[in-house]
C-alpha cells in the first residue's frame, strides 16, 4: 500500500506539438517539466507515481520519461482510453478523443489505495507547491479535497488564450465553487474569458485558478464514477464534451458531498500551453538551479 500518490496527467502530453518525441527539454540535460514534477514530488514525500498516459505513446513515453524516474520512485503507467465508459452506453459517433481530465483521473482508480494529488504534465508548479500539497494530503479528512490555487495573472499566456477552472472562495479558504472557462486572456487590467454558458465575461486577476493540483482521499473514486455516469447522461454534444475536474469537484460541492478547501499558493506557476512559452520556463528553471532550488542534473 502507497500512502502519498501522485497522478500525472499525461495522455495528452505531446498532442499540441506534434507527438512526445518532437517535445522539448526545459534544461540542458534532457529533462522534461514531467521530471521536475516528479522530482518536486519525490522530495515531498510521493511514495508512488502514476502516469496517465496513451497506450499508443506507451514505448516513447518509457524510454524519453519513465526510464529515468522508474529508479527513484514505485512507478506505474495506465491508460486513458475513450472506450472506458459505464456499463450499457456506447462510445458517441464521432467521438474520437477521451473524456477530460475527470476521466483522465478515474484511468488511476484500480492502482490507488491512499491519498493522492492531482497535476498536469505540461504545468510547471514549483517546489513549495508540492511541499504543501503533500502536508495537506497527510492530513485529509473523510469527505474533503484540497486544492492550490494560483492567481489568475500567473496562469496566462502572452502567446494566446488558456483554459482555467475559476474558483470562488470564503474567507476561510472553503471553495464556494469552481467553473470552467475557456478563451481566458489578459485585457487590461481584467481577464476576458467565455464562462460554462458561452458568455464572455470579465475576470479579477487575482482570482484564484485551478491548475489541477488537487488532492483527494483514495474513496473519491465512488463519487467520479457516479459524477461520470450523470455526465455521459446528461452531456449536450457527445461528440466533444468533456468531464473536467473541476466540474466534478463543483457537483459534488453542489450535493454537499464534497469539502474541498483551497490555499492561496505563492509558488511560481509556469506553463507551455504554446511552444513559444517554453523559453521563458527554460530561463527559470536555469534561474532555479543558479538559486540551489534543484540540482545541476536531477536524476
Known sequence: MYNLNLVILAAGMGSRFGGLKQ???VDGNGCFIIDYSAYDAIRAGAEHIIFVIKKETERDFRET???RIEKHVKTTYVYQDVNDIPPGFSVPEGRTKPWGTGHAV?????VITGPFATVNADDFYGRDAYAEMFVSLKKLAPGTCVMAGYELRNTLSEMGSVSRGICRTDS???LLSVEEHHKVQRQGDVASAENSAGEMV?????APASLNMWGFAADIFADFAIEFEEFIRE???PATDEFYLPSFVQRQIVKNRLEARVW???AEWRGITYIKDLDELINKIAE???MGYYPESLW
Not at 478515474?106 to 484500480?110: H, T
Open 23 to 25: 517535445i522539448q527539454p
Open 202 to 206: 470579465e475576470l479579477p486577476l487575482d
Open 106 to 110: 478515474m484511468a488511476a482508480r484500480n
Open 172 to 174: 476561510e479558504g472553503l
Open 264 to 266: 492561496r499558493t505563492k
Open 65 to 67: 520519461i519513465g526510464a
Open 288 to 290: 532555479y538551479k543558479r
Open 235 to 237: 452531456m449536450k454534444n
